[in-house]
């Protein structure tokens, strides 16, 4: 594959930072997002281009705190979500980047974020594969015309729809895949996809990274990383709720501690997991202690 020099030097700098002893993710931006007023119903991508100084201030939180790689608030930046808003996916997911750019300065990297698509691929549902593949192609496209360094495709639960976005994602850019499925207490995912299943698939397809992200706190997905480890070469990444909520007047609360969280990621760290970070819950506090923890404080 041939690199312009941008995207050589981009190569590089994930290499050289996957060949460091353990990466640090950042953590929540939904939750960080909530907790600065953004309204029920308001998506949450849309505040790059409503309120983008709340989410500079939320990545530039992440970055001070110590994480090495920030993640670009375009979850949810595609078509399906975005058709009756007024923007369009190239709107949106350049001005996340570039939000997350300016917080990563010349020390960090950015994700472009991926999520689900929110609509179920046949034959569960109504999308076909070649939809859902043009959709997830124009996330990827523009991830890397507005600069990102990594795609990172996270919470799915379909097998079927993780291999439409990272062939996406490889075959219209150069740059490298993450990959995170969301599995529930019985180590399988929402759709029935086994540890196992996701590893060689992802493996196969050319992924730069797997792992698991959301659903679990870190205790409840311990399994699900010493699986992954036993099953991948690749580098494995982990990022887990704050612990597993409760609902106190009708809100979500996330009881694990940031001291708590750090210990199991130093723990997941010293069994060879090489990125980690926060899902759902966590917060500045919890990347962190993560940080503390991984470096020796």
């Known amino acids: 594959m041939i690199y312009t020099h941008r995207k050589e030097q981009n190569q590089m700098d994930v290499n050289q930072l996957l060949g ?3 990466v640090i993710f950042d953590g929540a931006m939904g939750t960080m997002l909530q907790e600065k007023g953004l309204e029920p119903g308001t998506l949450p991508e849309l505040m790059n281009l409503k309120a983008p100084d709340v989410v500079l201030a939320i990545h530039q939180g992440y970055r001070s705190a110590g994480a090495q790689i920030i993640t670009a608030n375009t979850f949810g930046a595609h078509e399906l979500r975005l058709k009756d808003t007024g923007f369009t996916v190239e709107e949106v997911i350049d001005a996340g980047v570039s939000l997350a750019k300016e917080a990563a300065g010349s020390e960090a990297l950015v994700a472009l974020d991926i999520g689900p698509l929110g609509v179920l691929l046949e034959p569960y549902g109504t999308l076909k594969f070649a939809d859902a593949y043009q959709y997830l192609k124009r996330q ?9 360094d990594i795609i990172l495709i ?18 219209n850019t150069d740059l490298p ?4 499925m969301s599995f529930e207490a019985h180590h399988r995912t929402f759709m029935g996809c086994t540890v196992e299943s996701m590893v060689r698939v992802l493996e196969e397809l050319g ?4 792992g698991a992200n959301c659903s679990l706190g870190p205790q409840e997905l311990e399994p699900v990383v010493d699986s992954l480890l036993e099953l991948t070469d690749l580098p494995v990444i982990v990022q887990p709720n704050a612990g597993l909520p409760k609902m106190e007047q009708g809100k979500a609360v996330y ?6 969280f750090a210990a199991y990621g130093l ?4 069994k060879g997991v090489k990125i980690l970070g926060g899902c759902c819950g966590t917060s500045y506090q919890h990347i962190k202690a993560l940080a503390e923890q991984i470096r020796g404080g």
């Open 207 to 210: 992924a730069a990274a797997v």
């Open 140 to 148: 990827a496209e523009q991830g890397q015309k507005s600069g990102a």
């Open 267 to 270: 723990r997941f760290a010293e």
């Open 177 to 180: 895949v993450f990959c995170t």
């Open 255 to 260: 009881e694990l501690t940031c001291e708590e």
């Open 154 to 171: 996270e919470t799915m639960a379909d097998l079927e729809e993780v291999k439409a976005a990272v062939l996406a994602a490889r075959e």
């Open 20 to 22: 460091s002893k353990t």
